[in-house]
């Protein structure tokens, strides 16, 4: 079965550009959830979606912004890219809310030059 | 506010020692409690977790971990460590609202020496 997937893998942007970043969850997975990883740093959390519908939100500008689709695949925006944006983003995944675990994928490395 | 605390930016053990990695949490009634691993430029990988029942739960690879509600710890554990095991650690709550937020500690670099 094909774990948490994410692209692109790896992505060099200018400050001030806009940046797409997309997530397919496992299959069966209804829940999508976004989190950045400053490097030496725990992940932070930015989003979750449940059902399409967006239940949690971390504490990120709103330059930040999320959507989940109807095949339950997820991207993360980010506008107006600031060289403290760089960072690895990870997409995590899970049947449900509550006390099941999450599935990382690999991240997509972020650069901010 | 919800936190977790790992105390340690790095363990150094020698293989086959026993390893402790440390994680304290601040979360407001009963979380739920997981470690995760990562390996260098990968995503975090599950370990183990506790939700209710027994204190020591038992997850992949022969880790374990010991939930202490009066201390508010979970600690990860393992009898006998591997080189493989090297690698940087999480420990991480849910609180129990419907947001499914992750809260992560710092992490803690795990060194398995031969």
């Known amino acids: 079965d094909a774990g948490v997937t994410q692209s692109p893998t790896h992505l060099i942007k200018t400050r001030g550009q806009h940046v797409t970043l997309r997530c397919s969850p496992i299959?069966?997975?209804?829940?999508v959830s976004w989190y950045q990883q400053v490097l030496g740093q725990g992940p932070q959390f930015i989003f979750q979606y449940y059902e399409k519908e967006e239940r949690g939100r971390g504490n990120f500008p709103d330059r930040f912004s999320a959507r989940q689709f109807p095949n339950y695949s997820s991207e993360l925006n980010v506008n107006a890219l600031l060289l403290g944006d760089s960072a690895l983003y990870l997409c995590?995944?899970?049947?449900?809310?509550?006390?099941?675990?999450?599935?990382f994928g690999q991240g997509t490395r972020l650069t901010v030059v | 506010a919800q936190s977790v605390a790992q105390p340690e930016d790095q363990v150094n053990v020698a293989e086959g020692n026993p390893l402790t990695v440390k994680c304290t949490y601040s979360v407001s009634g009963n979380p739920y409690l997981f470690w995760y691993v990562q390996y260098p430029n990968r995503g975090l990988q599950f370990l183990l977790k506790?939700?209710?029942?027994?204190?020591l739960v038992k997850g992949s690879y022969g880790f374990e971990a010991e939930f202490n509600k009066s201390q508010t710890s979970f600690h990860l554990k393992k009898p006998s460590a591997l080189v493989s095991d090297s690698a940087l650690y999480f420990c991480?709550?849910?609180?129990?609202?419907?947001?499914?937020?992750?809260?992560f500690g710092q992490g803690t670099t795990l060194q398995v020496k031969p």
């Open positions: 995590a995944s899970s049947n449900r809310q509550g006390n099941t675990e999450a599935f």
């Open positions: 299959s069966g997975h209804k829940s």
């Open positions: 506790y939700i209710t029942g027994d204190n």
């Open positions: 991480a709550v849910r609180d129990r609202s419907n947001t499914g937020k992750l809260i």
